[in-house]
């Protein structure tokens, strides 16, 4: 027998996986497990989405990639700029998650401005920021140059 044909039964990889969410503080269910060369996990949650990689047969976890949700984006965003601004409308207008990038785009709009953000899929760190006026000749020049920024 070769040492390649050894391989973790799926009971106990999805143990692994679950252990590793609860360690983690992530609710979320296992949605597929698959081997290829290691077993590949991906889970769903309200909160977080992601993919584990784990040994075919040491059961090691060797790579986690764990992106919060675009909902959890959408909401931290609108509470971050209702505290910072007191913007209370605020319409979504956009959001583009780039997940092999690393970072999501948000467009928002409110009653006296429209506001841009880039933040980490991994962390929800705002990367970079911008606001503009709703209003005004150079608010549309700067809408402009803000829409190709943040596409």
């Known amino acids: 027998m070769n040492e390649l044909d050894r391989q973790l039964k799926i ?3 999805r143990e692994i996986a679950e252990k590793f969410l609860e360690e983690k503080g992530i609710p979320a269910t ?3 497990i698959k081997l290829n060369d290691d077993w590949k996990v991906k889970f769903v949650g ?3 989405v992601g993919e584990l990689l784990i040994g ?3 059961g090691e976890i060797l790579k986690s990639d764990v992106f919060l949700t675009e909902i959890v984006i959408e909401e931290s965003y609108k509470r971050y700029i209702l505290e910072k601004f007191n ?3 605020l319409n979504t207008e956009r959001i583009v998650v780039y997940k ?3 970072y999501a785009v948000i467009k928002l709009v409110g009653d006296k401005s429209i506001y841009y953000a880039k933040i980490d899929l991994r962390s929800g760190k705002i990367l970079e920021e911008d606001t503009l006026p709703k209003k005004g000749l150079m608010a549309k020049i700067k809408k402009i140059q803000l829409e ?4």
Not at 148 to 151: G, Q, R
């Open 100 to 102: 092999e990038k690393g």
């Open 11 to 13: 009971e106990v990889v």
């Open 87 to 89: 913007e209370k409308n």
């Open 46 to 48: 309200e909160e977080r």
């Open 56 to 58: 075919r047969s040491s």
């Open 148 to 151: 190709a920024k943040y596409k």
């Open 30 to 32: 296992i949605k597929e």
